[in-house]
């Protein structure tokens, strides 16, 4: 069960916060894989997640998900640069972010 990290612009997070780029209507790039597509980042540490998110223009804070392995959500491809994708209903991470830790990225140290 995976511990990961993702941005978002609510505190308490909210189903927008959890969109994917295919959930939210937005066209299939011609190199974005169908899980990529269907898929919302996270990372795997919260330092990395508050890096990525600056740079990206994310939102301010950032929910730390424990994916347990009898819920809905699956994790899907890990990069090397420790970017993962996850898959899920956008309501199912809004129920476990309301469970979940939530920090501003100020909190987070370099």
Known sequence: ???????????????????????????????????????????????LCKKKGLKHGHGPYIVEFIIEDDTPIRVGHISKNGHINVIGDPEEFVRLALAAKVVHRDQVED
């Open 1 to 47: 069960m995976p511990t990961v990290y993702r941005s978002c612009r609510h505190n308490p997070p909210e189903r927008g916060d959890f969109q994917s780029d295919k959930d939210a209507g937005i066209p299939q790039g011609p190199t974005q894989s169908d899980e990529g597509w269907g898929s919302i980042s996270t990372f795997k540490s919260a330092q």
